[in-house]
């Protein structure tokens, strides 16, 4: 069985930085695409950033330069590491990865929240 198990949400201060990974399991990643989406609250699910499996990249505009996304095959794993947080950038942080046009399996999401 396919599952993706998101970790790293946390309360941060403006500014500050945070890791968030997402652990797959049931099968191996490394061949497909995986990325991250947010939503924050009152707002629409948001595409934040995607990696194909050679590890190209992709990102929105409300988070180039600030967030990076990676992964590492050994251990079935994405990251994104998010820095110079921001308050807009509180929402629930979603991965999933893409075994084709039509199948796609998501994570539970894990809440970040930017406050002082």
């Known amino acids: 069985q396919v599952q993706l198990v998101e970790s790293g949400g946390d309360l941060v201060q403006p500014g500050g930085s945070l890791r968030l990974s997402c652990v797959g399991s049931?099968?191996?990643?490394?061949?497909?695409?995986m990325g991250w989406y947010r939503q924050g609250p009152g707002k629409l699910r948001e595409l934040v950033a995607t990696?194909?499996?050679?590890?190209?990249?992709n990102y929105s505009d409300s988070v180039k330069g600030r967030f990076t996304i990676s992964r590492d095959v050994a251990k079935n794993t994405a990251y994104l590491q998010m820095n110079s947080l921001k308050p807009e950038d509180t929402a629930v942080y979603y991965c999933?990865?893409?075994?084709?046009?039509?199948?796609?399996?998501w994570g539970q999401g894990t809440q970040v929240t930017v406050s002082s």
């Open positions: 999933y990865v893409d075994f084709s046009l039509r199948t796609r399996y």
């Open positions: 990696i194909t499996r050679n590890s190209s990249t």
């Open positions: 049931g099968t191996s990643f490394s061949m497909y695409p």
